[in-house]
């Protein structure tokens, strides 16, 4: 799961806005102005190259703020 979602950056983020890119999301904010220092992203193939997961697993600046992402999109489930 991406680390994101319990970030308090989530709703900021650039990196995150193009984590909701690639998995064809709807952004939390149209217009991102927070960028990380050295977000770690990893992306998992699967189904010959058919499928692609992007995970964001590390970042200097991550601030832990539980369950923000749910917060932010109450009685949406949780990206994975």
Known sequence: ???CVNCA???RCQTYHEVEERHEQTH???H???TP???VINV???NHG???E???VGCQSFKLALGRWHKLRPGSAVPT
């Open 1 to 3: 799961m991406c680390l």
């Open 9 to 11: 950056y989530v709703d």
């Open 28 to 30: 939390l904010t149209a």
């Open 32 to 34: 991102p102005d927070f």
């Open 37 to 39: 220092l050295h977000p």
């Open 44 to 46: 998992n193939i699967r």
């Open 50 to 52: 058919r499928e692609m």
């Open 54 to 56: 992007w995970d964001v």
